[in-house]
């Protein structure tokens, strides 16, 4: 089957970093996304990765290992709105999304 | 508009009645997905349209569930007999579906509309 694993929650404090890992097992893979999901809102689009390597994008970076079916979203200077789920989605062979679970991510002051 | 619209937001039933749940893609997108969502959880995928291809309908729970996209553009959840476990928040997303070095494919959610079966 295909599968994707994320932690379920994470706790960090404000002006941190943290790491949030995204494994996953699928037939094929045409890329890989995160979004952002505020509680009781809709899930937004933050980065997509389909070659292996970093993808900046201001205090937001993602990075793919495709011979490790791995990514990681890496948010720096965390600020309280960051407190949210993020949800990690991969494309398989057939252009369908597998999406993870989510992760809680909850900021501290 | 803008965005992916949905109606309505918020929808409260009795048991055993039929809901109809809209989506207003974003204009000019071709494929338009229907999810689930419950409480802090993650996102269950229900159907899928492209274009005129038939729809993928692997991830409907039952055959109480059905949806319809006319013209190409809006689409309708229907759910008969809603029974309890069906109250969740419904989710549209609309892309592109063009894969290229300028695309990615990435979804662009409607607001959700919640349904509570009472």
């Known amino acids: 089957g295909q599968n994707i694993d994320q932690p379920t929650e994470m706790t960090a404090t404000e002006g941190a970093i943290v790491q949030i890992n995204c494994t996953y097992q699928?037939?094929?893979?045409?890329?890989l996304f995160w979004y952002q999901q505020h509680a009781g809102e809709a899930p937004t689009f933050l980065s997509y990765?389909?070659l292996d390597g970093l993808e900046e994008k201001g205090r937001f970076s993602s990075f793919l290992s495709r011979s490790k079916g791995y990514s990681y979203l890496l948010l720096k200077e965390l600020q309280m709105k960051d407190s949210a789920s993020y949800l990690c989605?991969?494309?398989?062979?057939?252009?369908?999304?597998?999406w993870g679970a989510g992760t809680k991510l909850i900021i501290k002051p | 508009g803008a965005g992916v619209s949905q109606s309505p937001s918020n929808k409260v039933t009795e048991k055993g009645k039929d809901v109809e749940l809209r989506c207003d893609p974003i204009?000019?997108?071709?494929?338009l997905y229907w999810y689930r969502q419950s409480l802090g959880q993650g996102l269950e995928f229900l159907i899928y349209?492209?274009?005129?291809?038939?729809?993928?309908k692997s991830g409907l729970p039952s055959d109480r569930f059905s949806a319809e996209r006319t013209g190409g553009s809006v689409s309708t959840l229907t759910i008969q007999r809603t029974q309890q476990e069906d109250s969740a928040v419904y989710l549209c997303?609309?892309?592109?579906?063009?894969?290229?070095?300028?695309?990615?494919?990435?979804?662009?959610f409607g607001e959700g509309s919640r349904l509570t079966v009472l």
């Open positions: 997303a609309s892309s592109l579906d063009l894969l290229g070095p300028l695309n990615t494919g990435e979804l662009f």
């Open positions: 204009s000019g997108h071709t494929a």
């Open positions: 349209f492209q274009g005129n291809s038939a729809p993928d």
């Open positions: 990765n389909v």
């Open positions: 989605a991969v494309r398989d062979s057939n252009y369908q999304l597998i």
């Open positions: 699928t037939s094929g893979f045409n890329g």
